[in-house]
């Protein structure tokens, strides 16, 4: 625990230190510490570390801590993995938020699983920052009409938009273009203002482009046990 600990507060000096040298207000950054492959007992003791933004890559790893972690009833659960649109309930179930929000289908298959008509979940549209079709994604092209696509279904609220900066380019210039991106998600829903980009070794560029969420992972946790 003491090890976590260092970690943890090692990586919020250098977050606030971003955030300063960016001018920025620390109210306007949340630190989503990434789970995946580690058992829900790494999830307790964030928790009581004072973590309460926790985030999975996998429905099945996702469903399994939320089912184990059941008193932890204050933490936020964001999905940030590739989701099939067969497995929308069980994420739309276990998820505060989703993160990956890539296609028409997905969006649908989330708002069809809403278990009541009142029942609203949080989404971003994730933005596919290289030229491969098959990383996840929406092709900037097809930014617009996904966001519109959203914002027509009564239970999801769309917060804003997700991406991963490709391994083959700085990532301040991929950062800068998705900065460009989140405009035109606002332009479109002015709410909208979320920008989930940046993990472990390219947070502080986020940060200079303007992320509201940081997704860090081994940086906190240390490195990943073997998946099993």
């Not at 207000?25 to 309460?52: N, W």
């Not at 002015?190 to 980009?197: D, E, K, L």
Request: with cysteine; charged share 25%; hydrophobic share 45%.
């Amino acid at each position: 625990m003491s090890t976590l600990q260092s970690r943890l507060a090692d990586v919020d000096q250098r977050i606030d230190a971003a955030i300063r040298d960016a001018g920025r207000s620390a109210d306007e950054v949340t630190r989503i510490v990434v789970t995946k492959f580690h058992p829900a007992s790494l999830v307790r003791d964030l928790a009581a570390l004072g973590v309460r933004d926790v985030g999975e890559n996998r429905q099945q790893e996702l469903t399994a801590k939320r089912a184990e972690l059941t008193d932890l009833d204050d933490l936020h659960w964001h999905f940030i993995g590739q989701a099939q649109t067969n497995k929308a309930r069980q994420v739309r179930a276990a998820s505060s938020i989703v993160h990956s929000v890539d296609r028409l289908r997905l969006a649908d298959a989330l708002h069809a699983a809403a278990p009541a008509e009142d029942d609203v979940l949080e989404v971003l549209v994730q933005v596919n920052l290289t030229d491969d079709p098959g990383r996840g994604g929406v092709a900037p092209a097809e930014l617009d009409a996904l966001t519109e696509h959203i914002l027509s279904l009564d239970s999801l609220r769309l917060r804003g938009i997700m991406a991963v900066a490709p391994l083959d380019e700085a990532p301040a210039s991929a950062f800068a273009r998705l900065a460009g991106y989140a405009e035109r998600v606002r332009a479109i829903e002015p709410t909208a203002r979320w920008i989930s980009a940046g993990m472990s070794h390219d947070f502080a560029e986020a940060i200079a482009c303007g992320a509201t969420h940081l997704r860090i992972g081994s940086a906190i946790t240390g490195e990943r046990p073997a998946r099993g």
